[in-house]
């Protein structure tokens, strides 16, 4: 797939379904072995590190640079069903259907309970990263992440991040 | 989220940052680990169970899941690869992306033990261009490594003309299970075995 819109691009027009299963013994290795700071730090790494590129993206091109993004993203994610709405002010993502938990759980793979809070310390780090910021609510399959182009008030409340549970 | 479209590269940076807080022990022990024992432990039951059997069924998927450029031949008892197009390799090159340094060796890094696992050792060459080969047989079997051609005919990848492309290096590992037997090249000469 080529979307001017994903920083990398491959020969296929979606990823490999079976790297969910490397995602989530990732989790589980780092958490165990440098803790939870540690696997947040790993997150916060990658957000200002790996997604330098996208940051940038979303900086210059602001919101609809944001949903633009995730809707080539999640394209090339299988098995995904992922509404992306522009507002005012913010872009919501829909997640009706997460492939990451779904094939993990076709799969019958254990799935770290902490799997759904990455996708906010990714988001948030990335979201302030490009002078926005991002919260999360729901998970284990279905969630709901809204960026906005200001920070909300309430800091993200983790519990309103599910445990993700493999059945 | 982190997807699985670019998961190549992110496990590239993934490798770096492990290696920097912990060192090459940390990496390694992440390879043997969380991908050999937890991620690809689909692969290490169907090899366990089923030798070289599972060997194919494992590979046959994968590698078509990942769109890879490879010929798998079944030969008296080893089973050998060629990777003409790594799609892994591949991703990072196509992308120019680079955060470890030397990304190839994930491959030995969690195959070594899962075929160690089962009673199998690991003859492989890799050129940090996208193309290697690789063989495996019984732990019990003395047998060397094929000469080129010998095992897959054209397919071999050593016969390719980009196997020596310009940028080639060779890693080579020998009967072995784990990416710290890999060969050093003699000084001046490459570890290709043509």
Not at chain 1, 28 to 53: C, E, M, N
Not at chain 1, 130 to 140: F, I, P, Q, T, V
């Amino acid at each position: 797939m080529k979307s001017d819109l994903l920083p990398y691009h491959d020969t296929k027009d979606q990823g490999a379904a079976d790297f969910y299963f490397a995602i989530n013994a990732t989790f589980r290795f780092i958490h165990d072995r440098l803790g939870a700071d540690g696997w947040v730090r790993y997150l916060r790494g990658l957000a200002a590190g790996y997604f330098t590129v996208v940051n940038t993206a979303w900086r210059e091109g602001g919101l609809p640079a944001v949903a633009g993004y995730w809707r080539a993203f999640f394209q090339a994610e299988p098995g995904a069903s992922v509404e992306v709405q522009e507002e005012e002010g913010r872009v919501v993502l829909d997640v009706r259907k997460c492939p990451a938990i779904h094939h993990l759980r076709v799969h019958g793979r254990e799935i770290v309970p902490f799997y759904c809070q990455h996708c906010y310390h990714l988001g948030q780090a990335r979201a302030e990263a490009a002078g926005m910021s991002m919260r999360l609510e729901g998970g284990n399959g279905e969630c709901r992440h809204v960026y906005f182009a200001e920070p909300p008030a309430a800091p993200q409340d983790m519990n309103l991040i599910r445990t993700a549970s493999s059945c | 989220m982190l997807g699985c479209y670019d998961f190549c590269g992110h496990y590239d940076w993934t490798f770096e940052w492990l290696r920097q807080q912990g060192g090459e022990s940390l990496m390694r022990a992440y390879w043997e680990e969380a991908i050999a024992g937890d991620s690809q432990r689909h692969a290490a039951d169907l090899i366990e169970e089923l030798g070289f059997e599972g060997m194919r069924k494992y590979w046959a998927h994968t590698l078509e899941e990942e769109a890879a450029g490879y010929t798998l031949t079944e030969g008296d008892q080893v089973i050998r690869i060629d990777m003409h197009d790594c799609p892994s390799k591949g991703f990072l090159l196509q992308n120019n992306i680079s955060h470890s340094p030397d990304y190839c060796d994930h491959c030995i890094g969690w195959i070594g033990p899962v075929m160690e696992k089962s009673g199998f050792t690991i003859d492989h060459e890799h050129n940090h261009c996208g193309k290697c080969w690789w063989e495996m047989r019984r732990t019990s079997d003395p047998s060397p490594p094929s000469e080129a051609g010998q095992l897959s005919g054209t397919a071999d990848v050593r016969l390719d003309p980009d196997w020596r492309a310009p940028g080639a290096s060779f890693d080579r590992f020998e009967k072995c299970t784990s990416v710290e037997h890999k060969v050093p090249p003699a000084p001046g000469q490459s570890a290709c075995s043509t």
